[in-house]
């Protein structure tokens, strides 16, 4: 979804950015390639450039609207850290009735291990929700 494509959600644990192709390449496939994210996910194996098709579908679709979700310590600690390096997961909201923006289904993934139970994934859920039920949001 373009809607999302300059967006910036800031939160206490989290920072949440638009899902682009320079995240495919350095950690999203890499994740990917895990076979309990794939059953966890129920996501199959792709090759990177079918990650890329995949990645640039969700850029373009209507009904889609994915952030990254970078851990916000990491991103504000380090100056000129990538949001590469900073990337947990990802999040989704995902419309389910393109003529009734407020029926949809959110979806977090919080992909590193070692970032899971610390309440990343449950700030960007809610900060998800509050994307997408901002009035303005749904207008542009």
């Not at 638009?18 to 350095?26: A, D, I, L």
Request: aromatic letters at 6%.
């Amino acid at each position: 979804m373009r809607l999302n494509q300059n967006t910036l959600l800031l939160g206490k644990k989290v920072v949440l950015v638009p899902y682009t192709s320079e995240h495919v390449p350095s950690r999203y496939h890499e994740w990917m390639k895990s076979e309990e994210l794939q059953r966890l996910t129920a996501s199959e194996p792709l090759t990177l450039e079918q990650e890329y098709a995949m990645q640039c579908s969700w850029q373009e679709d209507a009904d889609k609207c994915t952030f990254i979700v970078l851990d916000a310590e990491k991103w504000q600690a380090q100056p000129g850290a990538t949001e590469e390096s900073c990337m947990v997961g990802d999040v989704n909201l995902f419309l389910t009735d393109l003529e009734d923006l407020t029926l949809g289904e959110i979806e977090v993934m919080i992909a590193e291990p070692s970032c899971r139970g610390k309440g990343l994934g449950t700030e960007a859920v809610l900060a998800m929700l509050s994307y997408g039920g901002d009035p303005q949001t749904d207008s542009e």
